[in-house]
């Protein structure tokens, strides 16, 4: 006989209602039955990362989430409305309904009169952001976007301020397009020049013979000393000195015989010109070094930077050596 | 002696062209069965005295009560898999919180349907199919029809409503047995205090994700049952009958059950649940 | 209380050629049953009984051919029409085909929920009667499955007069019993003819049966997968032109002689 355990599905029916309800409730069809305030702002920048449910904060309290994102499209503003819960802003006390929200408008308005505003605040490391309600320090210096025109009934304007935190991407695109602005190509044109007009002076046959005159001089000049030597014995000292009239004129000879040739080699004019290439070079190589130097740093702390993110991405919100988060056991 | 022929081109052509005329018969059949099922529950929606409740309420213990234990204690283990192997690559990124979102949404969108589906397809939808083909072994269903009583309204109609009520109702229990099986993982293995996980799931879950669930549950009952009776009233007439009709019945609706999960996972993202 | 034999045909069948898939088992068939006869189907093993009652009854569609009871098409009827033709007449099957999930009294109680506005007390009453007529009074409560094949036939018989219907179609009814218990149900359908001057139509090939029971058979064959002969089986059985008919007749005399 076909007989159900009628107890048994009676418990199992009702608690299963019971169970679906109860989840549903808790899942938050709880907030159906609060009433809710409305809160609009106006955004410049871009809202990347900011969704319908984002989180809106007030001090870092949730107190509601995102209900729409709009584009006004007659001044290319990014409307944000959102859903707060006022009974979170109880004074303390308890109110009943109307007074809450009363309340609630009433503290928003002195609020904003003192610096009350919306700002884009990183969530977490995926990129995803909440609306920040808070008094920021540098509201006097970025201007007060007008309140939109048609606002809906119970909503209430705060003011948005630009985020501190530029799009990070941004920032790395922005460095990486200077760094390919340096012209690499010109640079190397240049060195390369400077590096043939050297070469092309060093073998100036001209300077290689007057090389080459020069060692035939000091030869001569160590031979006409190696003679010196010779003569310069004591008893021939008087002679020496008798001779030396003899010797200094030849030797006075001799310098005008090397002036005369030195001066038809044209020594002077070569190794000046020399002297200034060589130090052209020398500054062209100098600002190489300098400039590839520089470069070298830059790469060397955006792959530091890089690592770093890569070791602990959240840096990006919480800054270096951030302490960790620590639940209380108990 | 015949020579041994290698199959050739013409032997693989026929071989796809039998194929699809099994498919082919095999899907219309389905749609018979379906428009016939489809009849039969209009019938009954216009006269709801004629359901068998004793029937009904027999199957409802059979599906629903008495596969509770089995439902809530699979359920529970997926939900602490799930979460150990979330905890274990969340650690790494210091996101252990996140667990709670990872196990919250997989159970209450796909796990928590899916497995009390897989479950009710080993127990009832084979049970369906067995019952039904060992009564057409004993020409119970000729019996039925001869005494003008639609086999469909008797047969299928209580294990079908049976089935659309206690699916949800088990997806209901499965679902929070799996999100209890996560929190445990968060408390022990994680070390997050109860109350930080479970403010985190009530957070990022909300009441639409777990209606949708709820909704696929209500799908795959249907498919249950109706793939369980098709093939029992499709068995043949010996007991061998019987068997391959039973496994057919599952392999069946655990295909379609997947399928079925595809679809309707597209379509609330098309709709943008 | 004398057998009243019309002529008026409560069952026809013209032209009837039934099978499964592509394979045909019985072609050409016509024969008719009058009101109020115990009408015999005759044949061996696999000829094909079976599957002509299930045709006869409406359960599968045949090839050609068509089947006229109570004057209507049953081949030919939709679905509403086939299932209130249906419940005019009775079915028993092999073995009973009582639904193992309801006690006796529910199986013969469950047309008469269904078809009559009968309270329960109403249904109880014939339920009792029904089964009583049967002789299985005192197992209302009993599942099919606590009970011998001969009283599963006899309570699948029950059901199948739930609804007094004045035409009984009976599948092998004593396949799988012992000769007394067929016996027993073969007295059985006698009486109900006697009582309630029901049209019977009976598939079988125990021989015993046809000459106790019946008023006229056709016997049919698998080799020509038609009828091969038709009439009383006494008359067929010394005066057939089939020796074959002869043969399968008169082997159960010897073995009733033997008996």
């Known amino acids: 006989m076909v007989g159900a355990n009628k107890f048994r599905l009676g418990v199992f029916v009702l608690l299963g209602v019971v169970l679906f309800l109860g989840t549903v409730f808790f899942l938050g069809l709880s907030d159906i039955f609060t009433k809710k305030a409305r809160l609009v702002t106006l955004f410049q920048e871009s809202v990347q990362g900011l969704a319908v449910g984002s989180q809106v904060k007030y001090k870092g309290v949730p107190i509601g989430s995102v209900d729409k994102i709009i584009i006004q499209t007659d001044d290319k503003l990014i409307r944000v409305d959102m859903q707060v819960d006022p009974s979170i802003f109880g004074a303390g006390r308890e109110f009943s309904a109307e007074d809450i929200e009363e309340t609630f408008y009433k503290f928003f308005k002195s609020e904003r009169e003192i610096g009350l505003r919306c700002r884009l605040e990183y969530a977490g490391i995926t990129g995803l952001k909440y609306v920040e309600l808070d008094y920021f320090d540098d509201v006097s210096k970025n201007p007060v976007l007008p309140k939109p025109?048609?606002?809906?009934?119970?909503?209430?304007?705060?003011?948005?301020?630009?985020?501190?935190?530029?799009?990070?991407?941004?920032?790395?695109?922005?460095?990486?397009?200077?760094?390919?602005?340096?012209?690499?190509?010109?640079?190397?044109?240049?060195?390369?020049?400077?590096?043939?007009?050297?070469?092309?002076?060093?073998?100036?046959?001209?300077?290689?013979?007057?090389?080459?005159?020069?060692?035939?001089?000091?030869?001569?000049?160590?031979?006409?000393?190696?003679?010196?030597?010779?003569?310069?014995?004591?008893?021939?000292?008087?002679?020496?000195?008798?001779?030396?009239?003899?010797?200094?004129?030849?030797?006075?000879?001799?310098?005008?015989?090397?002036?005369?040739?030195?001066?038809?080699?044209?020594?002077?004019?070569?190794?000046?010109?020399?002297?200034?290439?060589?130090?052209?070079?020398?500054?062209?190589?100098?600002?190489?070094?300098?400039?590839?130097?520089?470069?070298?740093?830059?790469?060397?702390?955006?792959?530091?930077?890089?690592?770093?993110l890569g070791e602990d991405p959240s840096s990006i919100l919480r800054g270096k050596n951030a302490p960790q988060v620590k639940f209380p056991n108990n | 002696m015949k020579k041994k022929t290698m199959p050739t081109?013409?032997?693989?052509?026929?071989?796809?062209?039998?194929?699809?005329?099994?498919?082919?018969?095999?899907?219309?059949?389905?749609?018979?069965?379906?428009?016939?099922?489809?009849?039969?529950?209009?019938?009954?929606?216009?006269?709801?005295?004629?359901?068998?409740?004793?029937?009904?309420?027999?199957?409802?213990?059979?599906?629903?009560?008495?596969?509770?234990?089995?439902?809530?204690?699979?359920?529970?283990?997926?939900?602490?898999?799930?979460?150990?192997?979330?905890?274990?690559?969340?650690?790494?990124?210091?996101?252990?919180?996140?667990?709670?979102?990872?196990?919250?949404?997989?159970?209450?969108?796909?796990?928590?349907?899916?497995?009390?589906?897989?479950?009710?397809?080993?127990?009832?939808?084979?049970?369906f199919a067995a019952e039904i083909g060992t009564m057409k072994v004993n020409?119970?269903?000729?019996?039925?029809?001869?005494?003008?009583?639609?086999?469909?309204?008797?047969?299928?109609?209580?294990?079908?409503?049976?089935?659309?009520?206690?699916?949800?109702?088990?997806?209901?229990?499965?679902?929070?047995?799996?999100?209890?099986?996560?929190?445990?993982?968060?408390?022990?293995?994680?070390?997050?205090?109860?109350?930080?996980?479970?403010?985190?799931?009530?957070?990022?879950?909300?009441?639409?994700?777990?209606?949708?669930?709820?909704?696929?549950?209500?799908?795959?009952?249907?498919?249950?049952?109706?793939?369980?009776?098709?093939?029992?009233?499709?068995?043949?007439?010996?007991?061998?009958?019987?068997?391959?009709?039973?496994?057919?019945?599952?392999?069946?609706?655990?295909?379609?059950?997947?399928?079925a999960d595809a679809i309707l996972t597209m379509l609330f993202s098309v709709l943008g649940f | 209380m004398s057998v009243q034999q019309t002529d008026k045909k409560i069952v026809e069948v013209t032209n009837l050629t039934v099978g499964y898939g592509k394979n045909v088992v019985l072609r050409d068939i016509n024969f008719s049953v009058n009101t109020g006869e115990i009408f015999v189907i005759l044949g061996g093993s696999g000829c094909g009984k079976s599957t002509l009652l299930k045709h006869l009854i409406g359960l599968y569609q045949p090839f050609v051919g068509d089947v006229l009871i109570f004057g209507e098409n049953i081949v030919t009827a939709g679905e509403t029409q086939k299932s209130l033709l249906m419940r005019r007449f009775g079915v028993t099957y092999q073995s009973g085909a009582l639904f193992g999930s309801l006690t006796l009294a529910e199986n013969v109680a469950l047309p008469l929920e269904e078809y009559t506005r009968k309270s329960p007390a109403e249904i109880d009453t014939i339920v009792r009667e029904?089964?009583?007529?049967?002789?299985?009074?005192?197992?209302?409560?009993?599942?099919?499955?606590?009970?011998?094949?001969?009283?599963?036939?006899?309570?699948?018989?029950?059901?199948?007069?739930?609804?007094?219907?004045?035409?009984?179609?009976?599948?092998?009814?004593?396949?799988?019993?012992?000769?007394?218990?067929?016996?027993?149900?073969?007295?059985?359908?006698?009486?109900?003819?006697?009582?309630?001057?029901?049209?019977i139509v009976i598939v079988t090939h125990e021989l015993d049966s046809v000459f106790t029971v019946s008023d006229r058979v056709i016997m049919l064959d698998d080799d020509t997968k038609g009828i091969i002969a038709e009439g009383t089986p006494e008359a067929l059985r010394k005066h057939s032109a089939n020796p074959w008919v002869r043969e399968f007749l008169n082997r159960s005399n010897m073995k009733r002689k033997q008996a």
Not at chain 2, 208 to 230: E, H, W, Y
Not at chain 3, 155 to 176: I, K, Q, Y
């Open chain 1, 149 to 308: 025109t048609i606002i809906g009934n119970r909503c209430f304007y705060i003011p948005s301020t630009p985020s501190a935190f530029k799009d990070i991407l941004k920032l790395i695109n922005h460095s990486l397009e200077s760094i390919s602005k340096i012209k690499y190509e010109e640079i190397s044109n240049a060195t390369a020049g400077a590096l043939n007009e050297m070469k092309r002076l060093l073998q100036d046959p001209k300077l290689v013979q007057a090389i080459h005159t020069m060692e035939r001089m000091s030869t001569n000049l160590e031979k006409s000393s190696a003679a010196l030597n010779k003569v310069l014995t004591e008893d021939k000292i008087r002679e020496i000195v008798a001779r030396m009239e003899d010797v200094l004129k030849s030797l006075d000879n001799l310098a005008r015989q090397v002036n005369k040739q030195v001066e038809s080699a044209r020594l002077d004019e070569t190794a000046t010109s020399f002297r200034s290439a060589a130090q052209a070079v020398g500054e062209t190589r100098q600002m190489l070094t300098h400039t590839l130097t520089k470069m070298n740093q830059a790469l060397d702390s955006i792959t530091e930077l890089a690592n770093y």
């Open chain 2, 9 to 127: 081109l013409r032997d693989f052509v026929e071989g796809i062209g039998k194929a699809s005329t099994i498919i082919r018969c095999d899907c219309r059949d389905m749609i018979a069965f379906t428009g016939d099922l489809t009849l039969t529950l209009l019938f009954i929606c216009r006269h709801p005295g004629k359901i068998r409740w004793r029937e009904t309420l027999y199957y409802m213990d059979l599906c629903g009560s008495q596969a509770l234990p089995i439902v809530l204690m699979i359920c529970y283990l997926m939900g602490l898999i799930l979460g150990f192997q979330a905890a274990v690559q969340m650690q790494k990124f210091g996101t252990e919180i996140f667990v709670a979102d990872l196990v919250g949404f997989s159970i209450l969108k796909e796990l928590g349907p899916l497995m009390v589906a897989m479950i009710a397809t080993g127990r009832a939808g084979s049970a």
């Open chain 2, 139 to 259: 020409e119970e269903i000729d019996a039925l029809s001869t005494m003008g009583l639609s086999p469909m309204r008797f047969l299928v109609v209580p294990k079908m409503l049976a089935m659309l009520v206690t699916m949800p109702v088990l997806t209901v229990f499965g679902d929070v047995a799996g999100l209890l099986g996560g929190m445990t993982v968060g408390v022990t293995m994680l070390d997050l205090p109860m109350v930080v996980y479970y403010n985190r799931t009530i957070e990022v879950l909300s009441p639409t994700v777990f209606n949708l669930g709820l909704v696929k549950s209500v799908v795959f009952a249907f498919l249950i049952a109706a793939i369980g009776c098709m093939r029992g009233f499709q068995s043949e007439n010996d007991a061998q009958g019987v068997g391959r009709a039973t496994t057919s019945a599952v392999v069946t609706s655990i295909f379609w059950v997947v399928v």
């Open chain 3, 130 to 199: 029904k089964l009583r007529l049967v002789d299985l009074s005192g197992f209302e409560d009993y599942l099919p499955a606590e009970i011998s094949g001969g009283m599963k036939k006899r309570a699948g018989l029950a059901r199948a007069m739930a609804l007094d219907p004045t035409l009984l179609f009976f599948d092998e009814p004593s396949a799988g019993l012992d000769p007394i218990t067929s016996a027993e149900l073969d007295r059985l359908i006698l009486r109900l003819r006697r009582e309630l001057d029901t049209t």
